[in-house]
């Protein structure tokens, strides 16, 4: 027992980093979004089918926290503060894209501490994946296919979360 | 000393205001166009390309091509009425002068059209106009160009239009 308990302090210290201070603040203004936050350790566990190219996307992904906002309190002009802020935590630009009415934006930060911030939004929701560590460049696109489609559940968990209370 | 390298310094960064893009002007017009599909690709993350391991010499090749890239924007619109409108406009607010005509493809359903810009002998940006019944794409990829690995990566990704770049070797020019 007393074993376990050293190796989940350890654990946490040495996750040294923290998610970005600007995802900290989203999620603190709007604290009734969905969010989501996995570990490497529950990525893992979620990856049930032994998907091995799951597992090579997620096995430099430190921790990601993921959440979902509505337009209706969040507008272009405060999108555009949010990745200002997040350029001035050195986030850099990597891709942007807007089609069929969604945008999706790709910021990328190296050095000691990597991340990565995609922010997914369409005419309803802002989506914002903040990843602290890194994803294998050939693996991004798998990444993205997963983000489309998990924007759809993350709705279906909001849902679903409406009706337990 | 100090006049020369105020001078200097005004050079570098004139260098860089013209050092645009051809598609810029276009862009800016339709960036918050809704109707517009747009992508950015910015010089970093071509940049992160020189990290990755290349399986095969060929792929080596094409990663050291792909860092070497400073951007890439592409404008689209999938609208039957407005395409050939827009693939006309393309050639009046696009400084076609600057550009060479590489290469014009004409299928059944759409007019292609490629342009390079040459910099010091080396080819650094590469113009695709596409105007079809009901499509219309403008792309512009610029840094230092291979043509040849560009085409080589246009086949792997399955991008329709740049496979054409194959039949072209960097000696030919359209006069």
Known sequence: MKYSILALLIAVALSGQAQSKTTEKLHKKYSEALSLFFYNNTLRM?????????????????????????????????????????????????????????NFDVYMKEGNSKGMIVAVNDSENLYVLDIVGSIPLNKVTTLFKEIDESTEIGKRIQEFAKHEH | MKKLIVAGALLIVMNGAFAQDAISKFFSKYQTDESFSSVT????????????????????????AISKLKG?????????????????????????KEYEELMAVRTDDKDMKFFIKETGGKISELLMVVGGNEQFMVMSLFGEIDLKQIARIGR?????????????HDGDKKH
């Open chain 1, 46 to 102: 979620i990856n049930q089918t032994d998907d091995k190219e799951f597992d090579e996307l997620i096995k430099d992904i430190e921790k990601m926290k993921f959440l979902m906002i509505k337009k209706e309190e969040f507008g272009t002009d405060d999108y555009k503060k949010l990745i200002s802020d997040y350029k001035s935590e050195s986030f850099e630009e990597m891709m942007t894209s807007r089609h069929d009415g969604k």
């Open chain 2, 41 to 64: 690709v910015s010089s970093k993350m071509f940049g992160l390309f020189t990290n990755m391991e290349a399986d095969t010499p060929e792929d080596k090749e094409i990663l050291e």
């Open chain 2, 72 to 96: 890439l924007k592409i404008l689209a619109k999938e609208d039957a009425r407005t395409a050939r409108g827009l693939y006309k406009e393309a050639f009046t607010l696009i400084p076609i």
């Open chain 2, 156 to 168: 792997k990704m399955d991008v329709k239009g740049l496979e054409h770049l194959e039949k072209m």
